[in-house]
């Protein structure tokens, strides 16, 4: 797998703005249609794919190369991406799935069929709570 490592002299990043840099120098490496596969944030030492027990500063690495990584591209000294080119697959359109909170700020993951696109309001026939086991699909 190839690395690439950016300096970042300007001022703090957070996970999304290094993301989309990230995504910006894979392209010019190359990777057509970048994705994040897995990602590791040094001073925190969270991880993607995460599962207990795994070592945060090689499992990220070793999850994303093998299931299509290409390209290291690492943020600073702050984070690190495994990207694949996802050129070629195909799209799945639109969701019938999105998230919404509730006014306690409770997420829920809710199929849109039920409870319509113009409502905001999760509701028990539509929606279900937003756990470690339900997907996220923003």
Same mark, same amino acid.
């Given at each position: 797998?190839?690395? $690439? @490592?950016?300096?970042?002299?300007?001022?703090?990043?957070?996970?999304?703005? =290094?993301?989309? #840099?990230?995504?910006?120098?894979?392209?010019?490496?190359? $990777?057509?249609?970048?994705?994040?596969?897995?990602? @590791?944030?040094?001073? !925190?030492? @969270?991880?993607?794919?995460?599962?207990?027990?795994?070592?945060?500063?090689?499992?990220?690495?070793? /999850?994303?190369?093998?299931?299509?990584?290409?390209?290291?591209?690492? $943020?600073?000294?702050? /984070?690190?991406? $495994?990207?694949?080119? =996802?050129?070629?697959?195909?799209?799945?359109?639109?969701?019938?799935?999105?998230?919404?909170?509730?006014?306690?700020?409770?997420?829920?993951?809710?199929?849109?069929?039920? #409870?319509?696109?113009?409502?905001?309001?999760?509701?028990?026939? =539509?929606?279900?709570?937003? !756990?470690?086991?339900? =997907? !996220?699909?923003?």
């Amino acid at each position: 797998m190839k690395n $690439v @490592h950016i300096n970042y002299p300007g001022g703090t990043l957070n996970f999304q703005s =290094a993301s989309i #840099l990230a995504k910006q120098i894979a392209k010019e490496n190359d $990777v057509r249609e970048p994705t994040i596969i897995s990602w @590791h944030t040094q001073s !925190d030492q @969270h991880m993607s794919s995460y599962y207990d027990g795994a070592n945060p500063d090689s499992w990220w690495k070793k /999850y994303g190369e093998g299931n299509g990584g290409k390209l290291e591209v690492d $943020v600073g000294d702050e /984070y690190q991406f $495994v990207m694949m080119d =996802a050129q070629g697959y195909e799209t799945l359109g639109d969701m019938p799935l999105r998230n919404l909170s509730d006014s306690s700020g409770n997420q829920y993951l809710c199929y849109t069929p039920l #409870l319509g696109k113009a409502s905001r309001t999760p509701t028990p026939e =539509a929606c279900t709570y937003l !756990d470690e086991w339900t =997907a !996220d699909q923003f």
